[in-house]
């Protein structure tokens, strides 16, 4: 048990504990699984380190974020991402960390990651109409960052040409 007193949360975070049958509660909810300054949520492990910049208002910061600034020698702005490789969030390790400049940077790594594993080709993109991968050369870009194949885009426009039709003659073809 720590030194710290009876009505605050013995994990060391010092959050105020309440009474309950005339006892204090000893941790605060999801505190009693802290160890060593760790705690582990469903996605991060997270570090209690309540100077550092980027802490969160309960004084953690996520374990990836550390060992990256501890790779480079610097804090991170809060404008870098970083991005596991192998996907797996808990994996911190230095080799499956990438330090990305923003979050368009960081999502263009997982759209080649799912591209490559899809087909084996990084450059090439998905239809978000029959959902079929292909070089971006035989699509249209559609509202910057969606492609479409140009016939799954001219059948969508029909579709919704004859939806409009439909509309102003009252359901009648």
Same mark, same amino acid.
């Given at each position: 048990m720590s030194d710290t007193p009876l009505g605050f949360?013995?994990?060391?975070? $010092?959050?105020?504990t309440n009474i309950r049958?005339?006892?204090f509660n000893l941790f605060l909810r999801g505190h009693n699984s $802290?160890?060593?300054g760790?705690?582990?949520? =469903?996605?991060?492990? $997270?570090?209690?380190?309540?100077?550092?910049? $980027?802490s969160s208002s309960d004084g953690y910061v996520?374990?990836?974020?550390?060992?990256?600034?501890?790779?480079?020698g610097k804090y991170l702005t809060r404008k870098h991402e970083v991005h596991h490789h192998n996907r797996d969030s808990f994996d911190n390790s230095n080799l499956n960390l990438v330090i990305c400049e923003d979050r368009k940077y960081h999502r263009l790594l997982h759209v080649r990651t799912r591209a490559s594993e899809a087909c084996c080709n990084v450059n090439w993109r998905i239809c978000d109409m029959c959902h079929e991968y292909d070089d971006p050369?035989?699509?249209?870009n559609y509202k910057n960052s969606t492609y479409r194949h140009w016939?799954? =885009?001219?059948r969508k426009q029909k579709e919704r040409r004859?939806?409009?039709r439909l509309s102003r003659t009252g359901g009648e073809k």
């Open positions: 949360c013995q994990c060391g975070c $010092r959050g105020k049958n005339n006892h $802290r160890r060593d760790k705690t582990r949520n =469903h996605n991060q492990v $997270r570090i209690w380190c309540p100077n550092h910049p $980027r996520p374990e990836h974020i550390l060992i990256a600034e501890k790779a480079l050369n035989n699509m249209m016939p799954c =885009h001219a004859d939806k409009i």
